[in-house]
């Protein structure tokens, strides 16, 4: 049995590359916007039968289990942050599991940590400094973060900085009113105007699902997004009411995958807020691998933004080496 | 594998459901099962055992009882000695066993899910959430109905002893839709599971006994198409409830014609599955998974015909193949597959016959290039492109994961592609435009329609097909309907048998003097003269010739009900409508009551007085279906998910009413109004020897704006009319209600397995309101629809 992938990922052993191509973006094309139709109970029904038909256990469970924590943005968005609690959690990005865990396991002689490291602007230095020399990417939430509403300018003018202070990845949030109000042009423009300011950096446009309403405006704001040059599409800030759902997620998908179809090109995908735990995680990496393949389970393509999820992961994994439940107590704080 | 390797592949690994419980299950019964018959387990008379083989593995699991005839008899008596005691219980004490037996269900759910799954083939993820599920709900469904029979069904007695014969594909659910009414109603059934799958049923019944439900109640009867003819032949059984192909059905009608016994059967489909071009053409590719792939397509109502609008079927196509790599076919204990075992390896050749038919008539295949499992029984999921409608694939249920694609142009052309079927079980429409649903679903021709959704069930919901699909009901107020009956009924007396006819005569032998006024026949709302050229004399009370009426022949049924086949109009019409329709003939029969009443006191039998009667009873029963015209509503059922499904009543099409000699006026409008008040166009042939309160009406009916041929009559011979009305393909139901004719027409619907209604040789009392008019009479003109309708933005 074989599972159906776009193209193969290259080099097994080594660390899965942090950046593929990127996507360079399209006209705006609104035709496919006139053609995108999502039914909502449909893709419940699906969603809802992801962890169902989908299960992994055993040494299944553990190599997943690994592999969500590399596909981890470490994050924290709060307004007490300080230098102090961004360290923390710097540490716990570049060893996120005990090492007699992770050589119980056999992973002992792998380079292993979180995907990046998500923060403000403000935490940005003290990121880079934490993480030198780790591999591990540092990722500032922008344009206004998290409800984008300052003027354009200045949005564009917080991307520039926080790319200019060496950010490889910016996390944008688009203006939630051009969705509402059907405004593509506007929102098109916007999008483009931080991809240029971007530079280098990859650019992670969250949608802010929880705010958008129905099913059709998330489809809708995904593909300008893409078109836009987005290099990941996400789904939240984690300050909306609702966060990531395998539903919404799902509708996000099948979008990049028309996309890809459209226009050849990978666009990542990253869910953020709400998950907390093992279970959820894996049923996030199945989804990945049925809607989009193997590829899509990779940091370069995927990424859970969460905090919490760590604890509970390294629990887990602990459980599967030592056949007893685990406790938080016994498995580093960020 | 290990975790690192694992970690670079990110494969999907095992994921093994134990089956330890289930086996020790077995091995406490030395891997032999027994004949449950009145509480007690009994070896086979003849001590006969087969094995039933695990699909997964291919080996044995168990050696089954084959029961005998006599063992059949043994649980028919068992049955007939609990049903009065059972029913006795009344409803409150029923709703209490059934509700015992739901919670039984849950309570053991895991080795139910499990039994299943090794005994079927299929993955456990479905017995899991879907099947044992769905059994325990329709067990808590009907002890309500069982708490509120008796309220909610005034005047109806349960039937009494049921023979029910379920198959295969979903063991356990099968037996739960059977059992669950037939309780609830206060029968007790001898139920027979499928050869292949009776390891369920087995547990089932040792939990009955667990759940101290009397002796009696249920009885199974495991073993082959033996043990279920004896059920069918079986003299002491009230009713049967068959599940299964539409072969077997058949025979069923044809052996049980005339026994008198009651008769449902779910029979097989060929059903579409519609895809428009503003559907959400991803959610439609996971409906065709859950609706082909769903137990490996091994569903009655497996969504086997895929129609696409032709401008996204490329696409359509395209997604399709590559969901179809993803599916993972393998052990059905295995909790992260989608595809199991097919039941057993004559499936699979049928399966294979077919496909290889299918291919070498010209059908492109396609199958994913992974591997299925070298053990088992497996067949890989299929789809056959370039199908015509008169490919073999298309028009054949083939009951495996293989799915048949056609494109369509036009709304139109998708129901006419659609309805070009002799099935009619379900529908599946895929559309964003909630105005196309709604006009596609009613033109299909199938108890079920899932709008935007596909393999949706519910206990609150009727499940059942039209056509070669079947009849009857499972679940839902109309399922319960299928396990009662009138109680006046069983007080109906034999009917006299018919005075033998006069010879028919040249047209116009016998005219005497006056203007002739020899009737034709009454055909699109003309009179037509009789193909045959002959007319036949009717008599009066003292054998004095009262006139002519046409010798009708096969050909003027033929053109009779071409006639009411294109009187499509009258089935589209409002109920408003039609109730005026019918309101105008009371008026005009009214209007004209002293010549019908004239007529009727020169018939045999018939007093002045009783004349009178007659005819004011006539105006009032048209009085009373022109009421109900438009009040004889559909439900919104309760099912538990976010649609709404609504049950909608349809009228059965072109309908055949053979009408009683007795009350020559009266019964036969208290047989043609409800029919045509319910939207059905009918062929009347009237009593025989009193004919001509019918022939009259023709005036009566071109005076009340009736359209030709909603209503049309050929008189004659009654029984020869209704052979060839009841062979007649084109005709959807007939009812019978001549003296000796009944078992003749239920063998003969058997054809296009047309719904049939019959006197039995009893005689009712057209004058007596409760047997002769009401919901009774509607219900049997009518079948229920099911649209299933999720919403949500």
């Given amino acids: ?334 | 594998m290990t975790v690192a390797e694992i970690f670079d592949t990110l494969d999907y690994g095992p994921a093994p459901e134990a089956a330890n419980v289930a086996d020790a299950w077995l091995e406490a019964r030395d891997r032999q099962t027994q004949l449950f018959i009145g509480n007690e387990w009994r070896a086979p008379a003849d001590g006969a055992y087969f094995d039933s083989i695990n699909p997964g593995t291919g080996k044995p699991l168990a050696r089954i009882a084959q029961a005998t005839a006599a063992d059949v008899d043994a649980a028919v008596v068992a049955a007939r000695a609990a049903q009065p005691g059972w029913a006795k219980l009344g409803g409150a004490g029923r709703a209490r066993h059934l509700y015992a037996l739901a919670r039984m269900v849950q309570k053991h759910a895991r080795l139910f899910v499990v039994l299943e799954s090794i005994d079927n083939g299929k993955p456990i993820r479905e017995t899991r959430d879907i099947d044992i599920p769905l059994v325990a709900r329709h067990f808590y469904h009907h002890a309500g109905w069982a708490q509120l029979v008796e309220t909610e069904f005034t005047d109806h007695e349960p039937v009494g002893v049921v023979g029910q014969i379920i198959p295969w594909n979903f063991p356990l659910l099968m037996l739960a839709w059977k059992v669950a009414p037939a309780l609830a109603a206060g029968n007790t059934v001898v139920l027979k599971p499928a050869e292949f799958t009776s390891l369920t049923a087995v547990l089932f019944a040792d939990l009955c006994l667990d759940a101290g439900l009397p002796p009696g109640v249920v009885n199974i009867v495991t073993g082959d198409g033996r043990v279920g003819e004896a059920i069918v032949g079986h003299d002491d059984i009230d009713k049967i409830a068959f599940t299964g192909s539409t072969e077997v059905g058949r025979l069923i009608r044809e052996a049980t014609a005339g026994s008198g016994k009651e008769l449902t059967l779910e029979l097989g489909g060929k059903s579409p599955f519609i895809v428009f071009d503003d559907a959400d053409l991803d959610g439609a590719v996971e409906g065709v998974v859950d609706a082909i792939w769903f137990n490996q397509g091994q569903v009655c109502c497996a969504g086997s015909r895929l129609l696409m609008q032709e401008s996204i079927a490329d696409t359509l196509v395209a997604k399709l193949k590559a969901r179809m790599q993803t599916l993972r076919i393998g052990d059905p204990l295995d909790k992260a597959i989608d595809i199991g075992a097919i039941v057993a390896p004559v499936q699979l050749e049928k399966i294979e016959q077919l496909v290889n038919q299918g291919a070498a008539e010209g059908a492109s295949l396609w199958q994913p290039d992974w591997a299925k499992p070298a053990e088992g029984f497996f067949y890989p999921p299929t789809l056959l492109t370039n199908v015509g409608p008169a490919s073999t694939v298309a028009q054949e249920e083939i009951f495996g994961p293989v799915l048949t694609a056609m494109p369509f142009r036009t709304p139109g052309d998708a129901i006419a592609l659609a309805n070009n079927t002799r099935y009619g079980l379900a529908a599946s429409v895929w559309t964003e435009n909630i105005n196309l649903a709604l006009d596609v679903a009613p033109a299909l021709k199938c108890g079920v329609v899932w709008v935007n959704s596909t393999n949706m069930f519910d206990a609150a919901a009727g499940f059942g097909g039209y056509r070669e699909s079947g009849f009857g009901r499972e679940g839902g107020r109309e399922g319960m309907y299928a396990y009662l009956r009138p109680r006046y009924h069983a007080k109906l007396e034999a009917a006299e048998p018919a005075a033998p006819l006069p010879a028919p005569v040249p047209a116009g032998a016998a005219s005497s003097g006056g203007i002739d006024r020899t009737p034709k026949m009454y055909i699109g709302g003309k009179q037509a003269r009789p193909d045959s050229g002959y007319s036949r004399p009717v008599l009066g009370a003292n054998g004095e010739l009262l006139g002519e009426v046409g010798d009708g022949n096969r050909k003027d049924i033929r053109e009779a009900v071409e006639a009411a086949r294109k009187a499509e109009a009258w089935s589209k019409a409002t109920a408003h409508n039609r109730a005026q329709v019918i309101y105008y003939i009371a008026e005009n029969l009214d209007a004209r009551g002293h010549e019908f009443r004239d007529r009727l006191a020169r018939m045999p039998g018939v007093s002045k007085r009783t004349a009178g009667r007659e005819v004011d009873a006539a105006v009032q029963r048209l009085f009373t279906y022109a009421a109900w015209a438009d009040k004889y509503d559909g439900r919104v059922h309760a099912t538990p998910v976010r649609n709404v499904t609504v049950a909608m009543n349809e009228p059965l099409g072109v309908m055949g009413v053979i009408c009683p000699d007795e009350a020559p006026l009266l019964g036969f409008v208290s047989l043609v109004a409800p029919a045509l008040a319910m939207g059905n166009r009918v062929v009347a042939v009237p009593s025989a020897t009193n004919p001509l309160a019918a022939t009259d009406l023709y005036q009566v009916f071109d005076t009340s704006d009736v359209p030709g041929g909603s209503v049309n009559i050929v008189t004659g011979d009654g029984d020869a009319l209704a052979k060839v009305l009841a062979e007649h393909n084109e005709v959807d139901a007939v009812w019978y209600f001549g003296a000796s004719g009944s078992a003749m027409v239920e063998k003969a619907s058997s054809g296009n397995m047309k719904q049939t209604w019959v006197s039995d040789g009893r005689r009712r009392d057209w004058h007596d309101r409760l047997q002769a008019e009401g919901e009774e009479y509607l219900r049997k003109c009518t079948q229920i629809k099911n649209i299933w309708v999720p919403y949500g933005e």
């Avoid at chain 1, 942050?81 to 792998?110: E, F, H």
Wanted: hydrophobic content about 45%; proline content about 4%; some cysteine.
């Fill in chain 1, 1 to 334: 049995m074989s599972t159906h992938n776009v193209t193969p990922m290259p080099g097994a052993k080594a660390p899965a590359p942090m950046h593929l191509a990127r996507n360079p973006g399209t006209a705006l094309e609104l035709d496919w916007l006139r053609d995108l139709r999502v039914n909502r109970s449909a893709v419940e029904r699906r969603a809802a039968t992801i962890p169902t038909r989908r299960t992994v256990k055993k040494e299944w469970q553990a190599a997943w289990l690994l592999k969500a924590i590399t596909t981890i943005d470490l994050t924290t968005l709060a307004g007490d942050d300080t230098p102090a609690k961004v360290q923390r959690l710097c540490a716990k990005a570049r060893q996120p599991v005990r090492p007699d865990v992770l050589a119980a396991l056999g992973m002992a002689d792998r380079p292993f940590h979180v995907g990046a490291v998500c923060v403000y602007h403000a935490m940005l230095e003290t990121a880079l400094r934490a993480l030198e020399g780790s591999g591990i990417l540092v990722a500032a939430v922008s344009a206004g973060f998290p409800a984008g509403l300052s003027p354009l300018k200045q949005r564009i003018a917080e991307v520039e900085e926080s790319v200019a202070a060496g950010a490889t990845e910016i996390d944008i949030v688009i203006t939630r009113a051009h969705v509402l109000t059907g405004n593509w042009q506007a929102l098109y423009d916007e999008v483009s105007a931080f991809r240029e300011a971007c530079g280098d950096a990859h650019l992670k446009s969250i949608i802010a699902t929880g705010d958008l309403a129905i099913l059709r405006n998330v489809a809708k704001a995904s593909m300008v997004c893409m078109m836009a040059g987005s290099d990941f599409i996400k789904t939240s800030t984690g300050k909306e009411a609702t966060n990531a759902t395998l539903p919404v997620s799902l509708v996000m998908l099948r979008c990049i995958r028309d996309y890809l179809e459209a226009t050849g090109h990978r666009v990542g995908f990253k869910a953020a807020g709400g998950i907390s735990t093992a279970k959820a995680a894996l049923n996030y990496l199945s989804l990945m691998k049925e809607e989009l393949g193997t590829d899509w389970m990779q940091p370069a393509l995927f990424r859970i933004g969460a905090s919490s999820l760590l604890a509970d992961v390294e629990r887990q994994l602990e459980h599967h080496v030592t056949g007893a439940y685990s406790a938080y107590n016994r498995h580093p704080v960020a």
